[in-house]
């Protein structure tokens, strides 16, 4: 680890503290936190699964699943958006970017595509009465089955093209279940793939002829990415893991680019038999292939089985960071972990709150400064989103992890 990069990691702190559940209209400019969702508000009895990007011009776009029903998976889903242009201290009103009209959409993976600016969104989206356990026994016809769907937005986010079905281009026969991200996808900037939009991904395979699985065994979950080298036009299948042995179930993923070039793909483990439930690997070529199996990450057995996101913010040393809830057996205690090694390993760096949550996104605001948004609530992680803004100092003497007062 060089001085730099320990002096970085050493100093990440909050920018300031702010009054749990401080209204999002409410948040001074030089706010910390925010919450732009809130369960129960704007016609949706739950909000989840965050996502967020910020654009070419600095606004941040707060992408989530608005559920009418309740917290199920399942019913009626919309995609919705808030928009913020003073990096999420205030949001603008909420907007249905992909409608349900009584199905369900969602596992949002926006990206701003580094050539022209517009931002590119990818969901999926099921029939409202279908579940994720009837999908992957096969017993959903595929026009009810999981699609995926890419939208374009060349207006910083304020309207959005018509969903386009892209299934076919980014599946493999005898898929079953399907789900982009959740959370922000890869634009690729560094290497012989600059431009390419890379959107990791997981779904469920059929059993083999003969097995007397039903499909529902966790052990046919498998990670894959999909990607387009033209600004999201056309679309293309990446690795596929296909390794279904039950050790370890790649599931929800999210990605980074590294400074050397590379993607690193963090995993939650669907209940795979290895110790832990985070999985990690490398691609060399943009995410067309893998350069080795998903395997365990110890420095994370911390994390409960649940989603988590990665970031490489820009700047020399910078370290990856990670986010998760950290205790090991509830969705509780959301934290943020750092990683001066390309996410060889880990140290966990600071606590947010002991409360619940669950889901979580990772954004860069601005250089040397950060945002996450997530999931959490004071009786359940599904209450609201909150947005919390956090600092990178520049390198220097001191430091440990603190609140700044």
């Known amino acids: 680890m060089t001085p730099r990069s320990r002096s970085l990691l050493t100093s990440l702190a909050l920018l300031a503290p702010l009054t749990a559940g401080l209204p999002a209209h409410a948040a001074s400019a030089d706010c910390a936190s925010s919450v732009p969702y809130v369960s129960g508000r704007g016609g949706y009895a739950v909000y989840r699964i965050p996502a967020v990007v910020g654009t070419r011009h600095g606004t941040v776009l707060a992408f989530a699943e608005g559920r009418r029903d309740g917290a199920g998976d399942t019913g009626d889903i919309d995609v919705v958006l808030r928009r913020s242009a003073d990096g999420g201290c205030t949001w603008g009103p909420l907007t249905v970017v992909a409608a349900g009209r009584g199905h369900t959409r969602g596992n949002p993976a926006p990206v701003v595509d580094p050539r022209t600016g517009a931002v590119v969104l990818v969901t999926c989206a099921n029939a409202g009465t279908v579940t994720e356990a009837r999908i992957m026994r096969g017993e959903v016809a595929p026009e009810q089955g999981r699609r995926v769907f890419v939208q374009r937005s060349r207006d910083d986010g304020r309207s959005f093209t018509a969903p386009r079905d892209i299934t076919a281009r980014v599946t493999r026969p005898g898929w079953r279940w399907y789900a982009t991200g959740p959370g922000h996808a890869v634009a690729l900037t560094r290497g012989p ?213």
């Open 193 to 405: 793939h600059a431009g390419r939009l890379l959107i990791p991904a997981d779904h469920s395979a059929a059993p083999p002829a003969g097995s007397p699985d039903t499909g529902q065994e966790a052990r046919y979950y498998g990670g894959h990415a999909l990607y387009s080298d033209d600004s999201g036009r056309t679309w293309h299948l990446g690795f596929v893991d296909a390794d279904h042995d039950g050790v370890t179930n790649a599931n929800e993923t999210s990605a980074a680019q590294l400074p050397d070039g590379r993607v690193y793909f963090s995993s939650r483990d669907q209940n795979g038999t290895a110790p832990g439930n985070r999985l990690d690997t490398y691609s060399g070529d943009g995410g067309r292939t893998l350069d080795r199996p998903y395997a365990v990450q110890p420095a994370l057995n911390a994390v409960p089985v649940v989603q988590g996101s990665v970031l490489q913010p820009r700047g020399p040393g910078a370290p990856l960071l990670f986010s998760a809830p950290s205790v090991p057996t509830a969705r509780r205690a959301p934290a943020l972990w750092a990683s001066t090694d390309a996410g060889r390993t880990f140290r966990r760096l600071l606590t947010l709150s002991d409360q619940p949550a669950a889901y979580s996104d990772l954004v860069q605001l601005a250089p040397g400064t950060i945002g996450v948004l997530y999931e959490t609530g004071v009786r359940g992680p599904y209450e609201s989103l909150e947005f919390r803004r956090l600092r990178l100092d520049a390198p220097g003497p001191g430091g440990g992890v603190r609140e700044r007062t």
